[in-house]
T-cell receptor, first 112, second 112 residues
């Protein structure tokens, strides 16, 4: 079992719809969770971090964490073609950044 | 403010040769990380510096890899001698504290 699992996609959604990206992790002691967006050939860009159970909203993005189910998700409301990218889930055990484990990423395509 | 800068952006070398990758973190960031992504796999942690000290090098694949951060500023990652399986994209990231980190554009290394 991979430590951090994501569906590789591609996930295709129409413009204006909600995109839902999911991630599960194996280490129950994980404490910090991050979502990165990576455009092709570019560096990963941090878009959300979440540390406690529940929802965290930032603009069109909402991160959801459920530690009991070892599940973290990212919702993108009003999806735009510019949101088309690979979204990487990253997890670590220690509070804060330090050593993180990445998933392979989910490719999102927003269709105009 | 300048972001994390990596040199070179691409490098093609023959098996058995030596290559040195460089990372200039964001000024003032004490934490510096090296990661690697090989084709089709997830981004994997290599090591973490706090200033000039190696905090965690558990991800370094073998003793052909040597990372340094003299003076706690820029860092180098040397691969000597390079093998075919070392091909991939090497990312550097930095952070001011042990929180969210900022990634560089990466160095694409191809060993032929």
């Amino acid at each position: 079992q991979k430590e951090v699992e994501q569906n590789s996609g591609p996930l295709s959604v129409p413009e204006g719809a909600i995109a839902s990206l999911n991630c599960t992790y194996s280490d129950r002691g994980s404490q910090s969770f991050f979502w990165y967006r990576q455009y092709s050939g570019k560096s990963p860009e941090l878009i959300m971090s979440i540390y406690s159970n529940g929802d965290k909203e930032d603009g069109r993005f909402t991160a959801q964490l459920n530690k009991a189910s070892q599940y973290v998700s990212l919702l993108i409301r009003d999806s735009q073609p510019s949101d088309s990218a690979t979204y990487l889930c990253a997890v670590n055990m220690i509070g804060g950044y330090q050593k993180v484990t990445f998933g392979t990423g989910t490719k999102l395509q927003v269709i105009p | 403010e300048a972001g994390v800068t990596q040199f070179p952006s691409h490098s093609v070398i023959e098996k058995g040769q030596t290559v040195t990758l460089r990372c200039d973190p964001i000024s003032g960031h004490d934490n510096l990380y090296w990661y690697r992504r090989v084709m089709g796999k997830e981004i994997k942690f290599l090591l973490h510096f706090v200033k000039e000290s190696k905090q965690d090098e558990s991800g370094m694949p073998n003793n052909r890899f040597l990372a340094e951060r003299t003076g706690g500023t820029y860092s180098t990652l040397k691969v000597q001698p390079a093998e075919l399986e070392d091909s991939g994209v090497y990312f550097c990231a930095s952070s001011p504290y042990s929180t969210e980190a900022f990634f560089g554009q990466g160095t694409r290394l191809t060993v032929v």
